[in-house]
């Protein structure tokens, strides 16, 4: 059974950034797609980036909204993946997730395991 905990959430003024990390217990991440997601309130929760591997390649997928601002990662050794998030804007506010899935991707149901969540809140 996977276990999985987010950190480095907060109150960052726009412009800021956060790192935020994923780490997991009771099994490897290798074996895993990583996604993450976030939801608003009031809202449905939304992909922001996923890494998958393919032929020993990580693939990199971001939701049109975080390209080029938002970076994920993936530290094997430590069991633990990143999403870095720069240029932080007041509409990246929300609950971050991760999960682990089997193919990757920003379908919910295509995600086993997710973790509890983490508050990012991006105001002045």
């Known amino acids: 059974q996977l276990h999985l905990v987010e950190s480095g959430g907060g109150l960052v003024q726009p412009g800021g950034s956060l790192r935020l990390s994923c780490a997991a217990s009771?099994?490897?991440?290798?074996?895993?797609?990583i996604g993450w997601f976030r939801q608003a309130p009031g809202k449905e929760r939304e992909g922001v980036s996923c890494?998958?591997?393919?032929?020993?390649?990580?693939?990199?997928t971001y939701a049109t909204s975080v390209k080029g601002r938002f970076t994920i990662s993936r530290d094997n050794a430590k069991n633990t993946v990143y999403l870095q998030m720069n240029s932080l804007k007041p509409e990246d506010t929300g609950v971050y997730y991760c999960?682990?899935?089997?193919?990757?991707?920003?379908?919910?149901?295509?995600?086993?395991?997710w973790g509890q969540g983490t508050q990012v809140t991006v105001s002045s």
């Open positions: 999960a682990a899935g089997r193919y990757g991707g920003f379908r919910l149901n295509e995600y086993e395991y």
């Open positions: 009771g099994s490897t991440l290798d074996y895993y797609a």
């Open positions: 890494i998958s591997s393919s032929g020993g390649i990580n693939v990199l």
